[in-house]
């Protein structure tokens, strides 16, 4: 199994931060002015040809979730409850410690005169005591250690050739927001376009990007799975972004995205194959087509409009952001002579947040999160599915949804190896879901201590066989204290109270929705972790 997160977390603890380590008599731009260069905040004046930065976590977890089949001990990615036998206990407790080290090289050398950058990260990380002197990611730190266990992120060389306008070639970040991952604080890219609900990994291809001062392109191609070079049969992915700011304050935009499938499952996260019939959709709680054969031919699209309001809090303290993104498509299946058509797909989800600081730092703040997503009761056995389709089909993860404030119920990005939230894709499984989160955010020291306090709820779209569409409802908390610049210690801890939902014996979108235990209702799950993270540089 791949690596869980990819970069997200690296990011984080930008958007986490804030600028807590700024005297508040600066103005945003000149905070801005002086953490950034090229991509990731350095020292100001820093003018050297190569540079180094890291982000390291470690986090200290318990909980009442486990996984019941020993293959997934060491990690856990994918829907609670799903196939990956992801459960909850009431006698059982879980208890183990994490540890992540992110390390960025960035060279620009003086010769091209900062019209060329090369940029590498990679991933190292571990459950301490977990194996020694062995071959894997995400394992090296039992007893002797000496383990082969580096993963790559990015490798990839930006091009300036004019002013505002940035070539990307080689295995880059996919993000699903009109803002450059590289120059971009991480929180700006979970409030603004699709907020990484579609598309939120690491994807290898060429993009091009113009950041105007007023107008933003992006146009992208990449190739998601090659399989054989000598046939078509290529998961391709294309992508078109604008956006436009029409004041100091409202930017909106429009996207279309369109993929090519003709992979027939072959690839994907190590085993696990990929597609609309693979077993990485059923473990990432994407919708499982039932089709005759894996030998199908797909085309998807995705037309979506996005617009955001005061996205930094720099104007006043009103915050807005919201989408609506439309999926459509077919699917043809072989019928041994040739492709018929067997599904159509038409499905869309909108989202809506909004928040508004109250206080003197941008710490200090309320919001309420929402979402929508179509659901489709009988999935695709009536030749057309109405739910929504995500980068989670394809990725193991490959869209996140870590913004809205949920812990449990929705995923967050403070992970490492384990990743299992109730909704870990926005279809949720096909039945669509109806859901939102409010959270308030309180620095009792400016930039020091902060109190997060959150709850969230959610239906299904659709009611599964036997159950009821209501799904749960969450209460969380979070106290962090801030060492210093970009150091913190957070305490974290969550409870999700289940609903009806879960007491179905529904397998009809071809998974049970309470995977092996699927004659009983769950036992509610719980988690507290404490996390200690620094970005150095």
Sequence with gaps: MKKIFLTLTSFLILGSLGFAQ??????????????????????????????????????????????????????????????NSSTTSDSLTSFYVEQRILPFFIYQPKLFNGKAILRASFEIDWTWGDQSYGLSGNKGSAFNADNVNIQTQNIELELIPVKSWY??????????????????????????????????????????????????????????YENNVEDKDDVTLYELFGEHKFSMNWNMGASVHYLSDRGKGRGGPSVFSQGLMSTNAAYNGAYLFELPTNDYKADIAWLGTFFSRNTDFWNDPYQLSGFFNFNLGSVKTYDGTDYVKDTDIAGFALNLRGAYRFGQTVNDFVSADFL??????????????????????????????VSSGSYLLFPHASVINRFTPVVSDISNMGYGVTGGTLTANYDFIPNRINLKLGTAA??????????????????????????????????NAAYLKLGEFFDSNDSSHGTDINGPNYKTRPTDPWTVFLAYKWLMF
């Excluded at 120059?183 to 979970?190: A, L, N, S, V, Y």
């Excluded at 929508?372 to 869209?399: E, F, K, L, Q, R």
């Excluded at 569409?469 to 305490?491: D, H, V, W």
């Design 458 to 491: 959610a239906l299904s779209t659709v009611s599964p066989q036997n159950a009821d569409k209501y799904m749960g409802a969450e209460i969380n908390g979070s106290l962090r204290y801030t060492f210093g610049p970009f150091m913190t210690l957070e305490l």
């Design 372 to 401: 929508y997503t179509t659901g489709d009761g009988d999935g695709n056995a009536n030749g057309t599915y109405s739910g929504v389709i995500t980068g989670n089909t394809w990725g193991m993860p490959g869209a996140i949804f």
């Design 167 to 224: 070539v990307n070639i080689g295995l880059q970040r996919l993000f699903d927001t009109p803002y450059n991952p590289y120059r971009t604080f991480f929180d700006k890219m979970t409030t603004t376009g699709y907020r990484l609900a579609y598309w939120g990994s690491d994807g290898v291809g060429i993009s091009v990007r113009h950041d105007g001062d007023y107008n933003k392109l992006k146009a992208g191609v990449y190739t998601l």
């Design 22 to 83: 700024f005297d508040n008599a600066a103005g945003p731009k000149e905070v801005e002015k002086s953490i950034f260069k090229n991509d990731l905040p350095i020292s100001a004046g820093t003018n050297t040809e190569f540079q180094f930065l890291a982000f390291f976590i470690n986090q200290a977890v318990t909980s009442n979730i486990y996984p019941q089949a020993s293959l997934f001990n060491g990690q856990l990615v994918g829907r609670l409850f799903g196939s």
